[in-house]
């Protein structure tokens, strides 16, 4: 079965400092999905990829697969504590299903 | 559009009860997913549902059950609560079932067994 290791477990930067979360696969990823979590809370949707050497950003967060499509990475730039959170990658399981394996999760915290 | 929607928010019960819980999904979405979220085992998924049928099912005892109703909204059912069913249960929607379908997150119900 499919596992995804996140690295590292948690993470603790100053303010404004740039960092970078891997999410590695077990197997080829067929569909890669970034989501935030507020301790507690529910998930929020960050970002998707499906494509080998595809990458996406959003204000100052960045997502990319690597052309292996077994590895992806989380990269922020000039943190705020609004960053702070737990960071979960996860992977489309394949077929007809809309079932996600999820990684175990990186703890951020940002220090102002 | 309204967010994913879960009832309740908090719930304290006690060994060998059961346990009821709520989800709305997105206007339009068909597809509700469930997912349990400990400290121990991390996300792990439970069911899944489209259009009234389950398409898919996780790794947990029978106690567990769901089912979705004509308008989309789902529930899960947990018999004889474990001290172990404690966890936090999220439910997440999309518009169809298949790769590529993203999935958005309710805030979950926080579920505390005694």
């Known amino acids: 079965s499919q596992e995804l290791e996140q690295s590292p477990q948690s993470l603790i930067v100053q303010e404004g400092k740039n960092l970078t979360i891997n999410c590695t696969s077990s197997?080829?990823?067929?569909?890669l999905y970034w989501y935030k979590q507020k301790y507690g809370e529910g998930l929020i949707f960050l970002m998707m990829?499906?494509?080998?050497?595809e990458e996406k950003s959003h204000e100052k967060i960045t997502a990319k697969l690597d052309e292996k499509k077994q590895q992806s990475s989380l990269h922020i730039t000039a943190s705020q504590p609004s960053h702070a959170g737990i960071y979960l990658c996860?992977?489309?399981?394949?077929?007809?299903?809309?079932?996600?394996?999820f990684g175990t999760g990186t703890l951020l915290a940002v220090q102002p | 559009k309204a967010g994913v929607t879960q009832t309740p928010r908090y719930l304290i019960k006690t060994r060998g009860q059961q346990v009821t819980l709520s989800c709305s999904p997105i206007?339009?979405?068909?597809?509700v997913s469930w997912y349990q979220q400990t400290p121990g085992q991390g996300l792990q998924f439970l069911f899944e549902?489209?259009?009234?049928?389950?398409?898919n099912k996780g790794n947990f005892p029978g106690r567990f059950s769901g089912r979705q109703f004509s308008n989309s909204r789902s529930e899960m059912n947990v018999s004889t609560l474990e001290l172990g069913d404690s966890a936090l249960y999220l439910c997440?929607?999309?518009?169809?079932?298949?790769?590529?379908?993203?999935?958005?997150f309710g805030p979950g119900t926080r579920l505390l067994v005694l």
């Open positions: 206007s339009g979405h068909r597809s």
């Open positions: 997440a929607s999309s518009s169809f079932v298949g790769q590529g379908e993203t999935q958005y």
């Open positions: 996860g992977a489309d399981s394949g077929g007809a299903t809309n079932k996600l394996i």
């Open positions: 549902y489209f259009s009234e049928t389950q398409r």
């Open positions: 197997k080829t990823l067929y569909g």
């Open positions: 990829l499906q494509k080998g050497g």
